[in-house]
């Protein structure tokens, strides 16, 4: 067959391998169904005073999430309250819209309101730095949540899953997926990645690109459209119709004749919907390869049903205790602990950070990690 699947073998060495990441999770609640969220008693990008709750003596952490638009947001969001409430902390959560105004005006509040510390999810990296320096001023830490907040010195610690990593992972599955090292080829690629404005997109992108850049040079995986730098192949707001748009415009152009597309390269779910929505709306060629992130319910009824080949599982689970513990420490005054002290520069420092390990999922392993794991439930998935 001219595309496979990877072995069960590899697979369960990747389960093997997400025991081993950062954090416990035979504690942890499940996450939130698709749809359900944790989200205040405002709708999203009004901000109020947080209410309190039980048990709240460890005392007031803001999180700044960027939008309830996205699964993976929604599931951050409640994790990280239900691990900081359980923990002893008031949690004032709020979401942004994604709008950059209005998350500067939910920090702002919060560091009116007495926040301690804060988590913030940034929508631009580049867009808080004014508010950040009201933090920094009132003394306030602030830890970059999985995306990294860029140049600023107000950033006290960054808490992430290895976004590099990520990208090689999905570049090593297309490679083994294609048995590129074997096949003749040529090969059709097309490449999707994220927001510009997200400094991880950027890892993602290139960490794909490292692996896949070989075969692209000696010819074996083609570009039909030409669109391979980040700035041609970038998705604004990581947003579905987006991605969709583009991939209808790549099918009418170039695929339209007959010719055959091997693989898309997605650096997430949202966008690896939209191509999917495309492609099954205008190819009927064999269907290609296509990578993901995030293990949104919607991406993983797709890997079931054939449509979508991977999807990279982050455990938010697993990050929201990892940034409890940072936020534990920061209370103690002690130093939180962190696994990376040289990769992270934001322009203004290089930030301490925690970086926690991904896994693939496909249809081979996808039970064990999500289902097995409490993360989904069965009837979640169907």
């Known amino acids: 067959m001219k595309r496979k699947l990877l072995s069960v073998i590899l697979a369960a ?9 950062c954090g416990s999770k035979e504690a942890e609640a499940p996450a939130a169904a698709e749809g359900e969220t944790e989200a205040p008693a405002q709708a999203e ?15 007031l952490v803001g999180v700044a999430m960027p939008t309830k638009d996205l699964q993976r947001w929604n599931q951050d969001g409640s994790n990280m309250k239900a691990e900081l409430e ?19 005006s939910q920090i702002e509040t919060m560091i009116t ?23 920094k001023e009132a003394n306030i830490p602030v830890i970059a949540y999985d995306r990294l907040l860029m140049n600023s010195d107000a950033v006290t610690y960054y808490a992430t899953f290895d976004n ?23 090969f059709n690629m097309e490449i999707f990645t994220g927001d510009p404005g997200d400094n991880n997109a950027n890892f993602f992108y290139g960490g794909a690109m490292d692996v896949l850049n070989p075969y692209i040079e000696s010819g074996k995986l083609v570009i039909q459209s030409g669109q391979k730098e980040f700035a041609e192949v970038a998705t604004a707001n990581w947003a579905t119709e987006t991605a969709q748009s583009r991939m209808d415009a790549i099918l009418a152009s170039y695929y339209a004749d007959g010719t055959e597309l091997d693989v898309v390269l997605c650096s997430n779910d949202s966008t690896a ?24 319910v919607a991406n993983v009824k797709n890997m079931i049903a054939g449509k979508q080949s991977m999807s990279i ?20 005054g002690e130093e939180a602990e962190v696994n990376d002290t040289e990769t992270y520069d934001n322009g203004a420092i290089v930030v301490p950070s925690y970086l926690c390990e991904p896994v693939f999922a496909d249809v081979n392993n996808y039970k064990e990690l999500l289902v097995d794991s409490g993360y989904y439930t069965e009837a979640d998935l169907q």
């Open 13 to 21: 060495a990747m389960v093997t391998a997400m025991l081993a990441g």
């Open 45 to 59: 990008g009004e901000t109020e005073a947080p209410a309190e709750s039980a048990g709240g003596e460890g005392g």
């Open 86 to 104: 359980a923990a002893g902390y008031t949690v004032d959560l709020q979401y942004a819209s994604n709008d950059n105004a209005t998350m500067v």
């Open 113 to 135: 309101n007495g926040c301690k510390v804060l988590v913030i999810a940034s929508i631009d990296g580049d867009a808080l730095g004014t508010v950040l320096a009201q933090a």
């Open 164 to 186: 590099y990593m990520v990208g090689q992972k999905q570049g090593e599955y297309i490679v083994q997926a294609l048995d590129l090292e074997n096949a003749e080829g040529p």
């Open 273 to 296: 919907l939209g191509v999917t929505n495309a492609l099954e709306a205008a190819y009927t060629g064999e269907w290609p390869v296509i990578t993901g992130q995030d293990c949104d």
């Open 313 to 332: 599982f982050k455990d938010t689970r697993t990050l929201a205790s990892q940034v409890v513990k940072m936020v534990d420490s920061i209370m103690k």
